[in-house]
């Protein structure tokens, strides 16, 4: 710490630029400027003992409103001595050998002597400049009499500023100047502790305090942190002490609080620094850990990863932009943050679409895709020529526009079947898509990324899922797709299906157009009627009836058995069908349009051949020859015990007939006992319908369902009451309307049909009549059954039992004239697969007969009516009831 020194009366000055060297300061500069490297040579260097120089501040010319005294046009003192005026030719003081620019310096007129704590001489290559680098110290105040020019720096005659030994003494004696000192004491120390705190320095600044002079404290303080020029030469010029010490008490009391605010501002910035972002930080450690450790495979590989499969999913340019923004935004995101899950889930169903993966097509074999079908399914003759034909188009023009193959018929008639063989015979993948039930349009569409738990919609997610941009496609049930309040899904459909829409499908998940030109579509339904008719406008439809009895019976034989016994694991060497029992099972068990019932019955009977085979195989130590099957009798004997083989063996005959007599019995052949316990009591038997119109006004109708056709009865029956008609049986308007007509219809003939004795009696009179549908649950519709209406009631006021081997279906109208009806060929089917012997159709369905297989026809009676009169003679025994009538 400077002591008190002894200032020559003249000094080399070295001007300092806005800036203040205060007592007990200590300042590094470097000078290379002419005029201060000679200063520094001549004043510091070249001396022998210490030397001192002076600092002076200068303003710059643009600040000279100052306040304070400053030395300006000429360099004199506070005390009115003005020396000769000095011309500089710079705005630099340190260039003071400068230019020509005539431009007056502001000397400020007090400065700060000081000495050079360290001096080093550089000399700069290549110019062979020399420099200095200067450590400084203030030592003391002093104020200027005189400048004037040596050579090519200043000199000044100064005088010293600061008090003497006495003066100090009576000072201190000043209470104002105690309570001062005392203040200024208590904000240092606070200060001191505060940056220790901080800065975690031991006790040494506090040392100072109690050590050195609090006149001198206040420079070095004030000092230490950064203040403006202004303050600064403000506080060189406070040479009272009392005013000095007041001036750097306030500040460092500024220091102060300055430092607490900040203090504050940052702790509340670390309190708000949030829970990821500390997760972030942690992170980022971790990763540079791993890195170390080499023990890398956390998401970034991942990411990585994805990039690497979207570079090779083959995406179209605009599309590849569009992932690759969405990528940038992944990598920007942390994996906690939220929507990190869906931006990723959507970049891999990206990757994952086939953007132009596809199968490679075969060169189409049209001998070899018929021998396919062939294979695949028994009969269809029709359908599988139009399937051939259509394959045909499509090897000569693969990308045909044709129309989409829907095919139209009950279940379990083969449809998805054949889409999969069409799939076979191209040699593309197949997929299904089942659209029963489906309203919302979005499950066609997808959601909007917006949504919460959004996805895709069913056509882009099976693309993902098969892999492929040209597979098959079976849209499954169209006809069952219905419209709600959340939008119309087949509208969708339509720009699936419509080839010039479909190649820029828009699915609002993935929000990119996304090409479905190459996918072969195929649709199935059950029912023409409910296809929105713009979207059948699109469809070719290919109508799939159900089988006949005889069908059904081939393709068990032929199709439906080796495969059930395939899939239980069994062959033809353990367990047979004949076809005496398949044909039972038709009969008893299944009565259904298609053969999915019948399959399921079979892979019943092999399921239990299945038990059988897995439970033989183990304990009972049978021989290769000796068989696991035979008669009831052998089971049985088998059935008791390990010594069983023993027991059968030691026979009459000889071994090779003995064991020839096991081979052929060997395998376990299904009987009726077999069928009984393992399907159950039949379920269906042809005396169903004898058994229901054993009693006077119920007729037998036939309808048309989703699963084909089926015979419905219609009941009818009579009670006391107003001449009220009830209907019960989930009945439409239509058919509500119908049994209106038929009752009116039979009240208006009630004379010519003998049902009342004489013209003008009411056949309602004090009775109501219930007519009901059988099958309570299941909601009917439609006009077909107005015939069967008017027979059952006729049936009812005459008496008479209707045939029970002559259903009906057709739509009367009000005068009796019979109506054609849809669906002939389905209900021909189901009246031949329950029993029936006679069907009574509207003349004008002839036309229809030709759908219907000869051999169901052939055993059909087909009874054709114009009008209802011509039902009511066919449908009961010996004509119609007022014949018998008129007989009598
Ligand atoms: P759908 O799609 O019409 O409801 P499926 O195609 O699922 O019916 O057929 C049900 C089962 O019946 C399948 O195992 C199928 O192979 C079989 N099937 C249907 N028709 C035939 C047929 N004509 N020849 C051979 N198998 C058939």
Redesign the pocket.
């Known amino acids: 710490m400077a002591e008190s020194v002894e200032l020559p009366s003249r000094l080399g000055i070295l001007p300092f630029r806005n800036k203040v060297l205060l007592p007990g300061a200590i300042i590094r500069i470097r000078c290379t400027s002419p005029s201060s490297v000679k200063l520094v040579e001549q004043e510091l260097w070249q001396r022998e003992e210490k030397g001192l120089i002076g600092i002076l501040p200068v303003r710059d010319a643009a600040e000279t409103a100052s306040v304070g005294p400053a030395l300006s046009q000429g360099v004199g003192s506070d005390h009115g001595e003005r020396s000769s005026r000095i011309q500089v030719g710079t705005t630099d003081p340190q260039k003071l050998d400068g230019k020509n620019q005539q431009e007056v310096i502001h000397w400020h007129t007090r400065g700060v002597a000081a000495r050079a704590l360290h001096l080093s001489r550089g000399v700069e290559k290549p110019s062979g400049r020399v420099t200095y680098t200067v450590v400084l110290e203030g030592l003391c105040r002093f104020s200027v009499q005189e400048l004037s020019t040596r050579g090519t720096y200043y000199t000044a005659r100064i005088s010293p500023l600061e008090m003497t030994k006495a003066d100090m003494e009576q000072v201190e004696q000043d209470p104002d100047f105690v309570s001062l000192s005392r203040q200024f004491k208590a904000t240092a120390m606070e200060l001191i502790s505060v940056l220790e705190q901080k800065q975690k320095t031991g006790g040494r600044t506090k040392v100072l305090l109690e050590t050195v002079p609090v006149h001198k404290l206040a420079d070095i303080f004030v000092a230490s942190f950064e203040i403006s020029f202004e303050e600064q030469l403000c506080m060189l010029d406070s040479v009272d002490l009392k005013l000095r010490l007041s001036k750097a008490t306030e500040l460092v009391d500024r220091h102060l609080q300055s430092i607490r605010v900040a203090e504050k501002i940052t702790q509340k910035v670390e309190g708000q620094l949030s829970k990821s972002q500390k997760e972030f930080l942690l992170r980022q450690q971790m990763r540079a850990i791993k890195e170390e450790l080499g023990d890398n495979d956390d998401d970034e590989d991942d990411v990585a990863a994805l990039e690497r499969k979207m570079q090779t999913a083959g995406m179209p340019s605009t599309i590849w932009k569009h992932a690759q923004k969405e990528l940038r935004r992944l990598k920007k995101m942390q994996p906690q943050q939220p929507g990190y899950n869906s931006s990723r889930a959507y970049l891999e169903l990206l990757a994952d679409l086939p953007w132009e993966k596809a199968s490679e097509e075969l060169e189409l074999d049209l001998k070899a895709a018929k021998e396919r079908l062939d294979h695949?399914?028994?009969?269809?003759v029709k359908v599988k020529q139009r399937i051939i034909e259509y394959l045909a188009v499509r090897k000569l023009k693969p990308d045909a526009r044709g129309p989409v193959l829907c095919?139209v018929?009950?279940?379990?008639?083969?449809?998805?079947?054949?889409?999969?063989s069409i799939a076979t015979a191209l040699g593309r993948k197949f997929m299904r898509i089942s659209l029963g039930g489906v309203k919302d349009e979005a499950d066609i569409r997808g959601h909007r990324r917006t949504y919460i738990g959004s996805m895709p919609g069913r056509l882009i997610d099976g693309l993902k899922r098969v892999g492929v941009c040209n597979p098959v496609m079976l849209l499954?049930e169209i006809d069952k797709t219905g419209s709600d309040v959340r939008g119309d899904p087949a509208s969708a459909l339509l720009e699936v299906l419509d080839p010039e829409q479909n190649k820029t499908f828009n699915d609002h998940y993935l929000n990119v157009p996304f090409d479905l030109s190459k996918v072969v579509f195929v649709a199935?339904a059950n029912k023409v009627q409910p296809i929105p008719p713009p979207l059948l406008d699109r469809m070719e439809v290919i109508e799939?009836p159900g089988?006949t009895p005889e069908?059904k019976l081939?393709?068990a034989m032929?199709?439906?058995i080796p495969?059930v016994l395939d899939q239980h694991g069994l062959s033809s060497d353990f367990l047979q069908i004949p076809e005496a029992m398949v044909r039972l099972i038709i009969q008893r068990y299944t009565r259904e349009a298609?053969?999915?019932n019948?399959?399921r019955n079979l892979a019943a009977l092999a399921r239990a051949a299945a038990v059988r085979v897995a439970e033989q195989e183990q304990p009972v130590p049978l021989s290769r020859d000796v068989p696991r099957f035979a008669s009831p009798l052998v089971e049985n004997r088998l059935a008791d015990g390990a010594e069983v083989e023993m027991e059968v063996i030691p026979m009459d005959e000889n071994n090779h007939e003995i064991s020839n007599a096991f081979k052929l019995a060997s395998p376990l052949v299904v009987d009726e006992a077999m069928l009984e316990k393992v399907l159950g009591p039949p379920r269906f038997d042809d005396r169903e319908a004898a058994d229901r119109v054993a009693t006077p006004g119920v007729s037998v109708g036939l309808v048309w369902t989703t699963f084909g056709g089926e015979v419905q009865f219609v009941e009818a029956t009579a009670m006391v009451g107003k001449g009220e008609l009830h209907l019960t049986g989930q009945l439409g308007d239509v058919i509500k309307e119908s049994a209106q007509i038929a009752l009116t219809w039979v009240r208006a003939r009630a004379t010519d049909l003998k049902l009342a004795a004489a013209e003008g009696i009411n056949i309602l009179d004090g009775r109501d009549i219930h007519i009901h549908f059988p099958a309570g649950a299941v909601p009917k519709d439609g006009p077909s059954a107005g015939v069967t209406l008017v027979t059952a009631l006729v049936s009812l006021f005459s008496q008479k039992r209707v045939r029970a081997d002559t259903a009906m279906t057709g739509e009367m109208t009000l005068r009796g004239l019979v109506l054609p009806v849809g669906g002939v060929k389905d209900k021909v089917l189901a009246a031949h697969r329950c029993g029936i012997k006679r069907v009574i159709l509207p003349e004008r369905n002839l036309k229809d007969l030709v759908e219907v297989p000869p051999a169901v026809l052939g055993s059909l009676e087909i009874l054709l009516a114009k009008r209802m009169e011509d039902v009511l003679e066919q449908a009961f025994e010996g004509g119609c009831p007022w014949r018998q009538h008129s007989k009598l």
């Not at 695949?376 to 269809?380: I, R």
């Open positions: 695949d399914h028994y009969g269809l095919f018929g009950p279940p379990g008639v083969g449809k998805t079947s054949l889409a999969s499954d199935t799939l089988y069908e081939r393709i032929g199709h439906l495969r298609g053969v999915r019948l399959e």
